[in-house]
């Protein structure tokens, strides 16, 4: 992915998240005054609390804002927010093949767009997806360093319910550097790698609820600068095509896989996103114990989402893009396989198909 957003240092970065987490506390609506101040009084308790506890700040501030919420149900005057009161068991991936798909994949070497590694790997994405209703989205963008052939793969997996829930990642790594030993790992490989898991997860019997479409995108990095024109190549011209042929409209919701597989896994709340969707993998993930690995830091993100989000779909990008100390590893030869884990494809694979899984009820 995505442009490069840099983040202040360590310090600025964890206080500037008690600030949001104490902002959107406080921000919980419309409460009566006296609520309002027994939940800052809560607030000060979690904090008091946090400070010698170092490392446990989401577990330890969570608990409030559920009771908050248990509350505030009471009241019974506004929409709750929280985990559905149902017992379906969690969705789980098989993390260990996907990890092994994210080593194969990013075995092949540099992949951008149109050189013989991205044809392999073409050719390995199409291969797992034997059966399956796979569709291309082919065409040759004219850039500023000449015309580069783009191919976008689409596999269906169809739903009783009305309406398609997209899960897009790219597969392409960057023109830029070539020949710099960029491999891309996390950057493009965890992405291509967790759709495929995705794959094995939904093949099958036509699905209960919504219809479900993976799509490898290509061209999502810059081939010189990023900007507006030189980036997300594949999903702009998706986007454009979906919104011709009415495709967008069905369109239930749409979430973009980047830079997942980090070992230390911090999922930014992307202020270019939609809300009510972030707030649904946040309970997707608390279904899971998972949710301190969301939303710590809040950052806008440009990415795959962009043209859909300009178009008016439901969107969200997760994404860390906070990979190595003040995202180090980012667009460096240092994106290999030893920064990942199996372990936060698992969290991230998991808190996916669970939001699926609530997508599909609503
Ligand atoms: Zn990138």
Redesign the pocket.
């Known amino acids: 992915?995505?442009k490069h957003t840099t983040f202040a240092g360590e310090t600025t970065k964890r206080s500037a998240t008690k600030m949001e987490r104490r902002r959107a506390f406080l921000r919980v609506p419309l409460c009566p005054l006296w609520f309002r101040f027994l939940l800052a009084l809560l607030v000060a308790a979690s904090f008091s609390t946090t400070a010698c506890s170092k490392g446990s700040t989401g577990a330890v501030i969570a608990p409030p804002a559920a009771s908050a919420a248990a509350a505030a149900k009471s009241d019974a005057t506004e929409p709750v927010q929280g985990p559905p009161p149902d017992s379906a068991p969690l969705p789980q991936i098989d993390a260990k093949r996907a990890f092994q798909y994210t080593r194969e994949v990013t075995a092949f070497g540099e992949r951008y767009m149109g050189n013989e590694n991205h044809k392999k790997l073409e050719h390995y994405i199409i291969d797992h997806l034997k059966g399956d209703q796979v569709e291309d989205d082919a065409f040759t963008a004219d850039t500023v360093e000449g015309k580069f052939p783009v191919r976008n793969i689409i596999a269906k997996f169809p739903g009783k319910k009305d309406g398609i829930i997209a899960i897009l990642g790219h597969y392409d790594t960057?023109y830029p550097l070539r020949n710099t030993g960029f491999v891309g790992a996390d950057?493009g490989g965890s992405s291509t790698a967790i759709l495929l898991e995705f794959a094995n997860q939904l093949r099958g019997k036509t699905r209960d609820g919504c219809s479900v479409w993976l799509v490898w995108t290509d061209g999502e990095?810059a081939v010189k600068t990023w900007s507006d024109t030189d980036s997300l190549y594949g999903a702009r011209h998706l986007a454009e095509k979906w919104e011709k042929d009415g495709t967008l409209k069905k369109i239930k919701a749409l979430m973009v896989m980047d830079m997942i597989a980090d070992a230390d896994l911090d999922i930014q709340r992307d202020t270019n996103s939609t809300p009510w969707l972030l707030d649904l993998i946040y309970q997707a993930a608390q279904r899971g114990g998972y949710q301190s690995h969301f939303y710590a830091i809040q950052a806008p993100m440009e990415d795959d989402h962009i043209p859909f989000v300009k178009r008016g779909v439901p969107s969200a990008d997760v994404i860390d893009l906070d990979y190595g100390y003040n995202n180090v590893f980012h667009?460096t030869p240092q994106d290999t396989m030893d920064k990942l884990s199996s372990k936060s494809l698992e969290i991230v694979g998991n808190t996916v198909l669970e939001t699926i899984r609530m997508l599909d009820q609503r």
Do not use: C, G, I, V
Request: aromatic share 0%.
């Open positions: 992915m995505p960057n950057d990095e667009h």
